[in-house]
């Protein structure tokens, strides 16, 4: 028998992430994730690759999977905004993912923020004329994991 746990399949991913993040130069970052059994052990998994790497995990913000109303989503928002951080690890599913994205056009400052997204989400047609003028990180990182 062979067992996989949850870390396993996140290792080389997350290493790949924090290599990438490093290539990018940030070094204050906002880690999102959904409260389920990914989203929390997706955390727990790029934490410690994060501090390895010395990197600085300015906060981390757990959500609802299934909550993407705009009373959530403004709070996730106004959180990242208030850490100044340089960008967003989003460890979590399309539905939030995408309300945050599209909320964030809202807000000043939202625009200046990078968003790295994990393989959970697939990026392919979701995010048409986005606004974020980085957007082309988190495509790139896709097509780096794929």
Same mark, same amino acid.
């Given at each position: 028998m062979l067992h996989i746990g949850i870390n396993d399949v996140f290792y =080389?991913? #997350? %290493?790949?992430?924090t290599d #990438?993040?490093? /290539?990018?130069?940030w070094e204050y970052v906002v880690v999102v994730y959904t409260?389920?059994?990914y989203g929390r052990g997706a955390y727990k998994a790029i934490r410690t690759h994060m501090a390895n790497a010395g990197?600085?995990?300015t906060a981390a913000i757990g959500a609802d999977p299934t909550d993407d109303s705009d009373d959530t989503i403004d709070g996730i928002l106004r959180s990242v905004l208030q850490m100044n951080a340089t960008g967003v690890v989003y460890l979590g599913n399309d539905a939030l993912i995408e309300a945050l994205l599209h909320r964030g056009e809202l807000y000043d400052g939202a625009g200046k923020l990078q968003w790295?997204? /994990?393989d959970s989400v697939s990026i392919s047609d979701r995010f048409p004329g986005q606004k974020y003028?980085?957007? %082309? =990180?988190l495509k790139a990182l896709w097509l780096l994991l794929v």
């Open positions: =080389h991913m #997350f %290493q790949t992430i #990438f993040l490093g /290539t990018l130069g409260e389920n059994s990197l600085c995990l790295v997204v /994990t003028p980085r957007g %082309q =990180h």
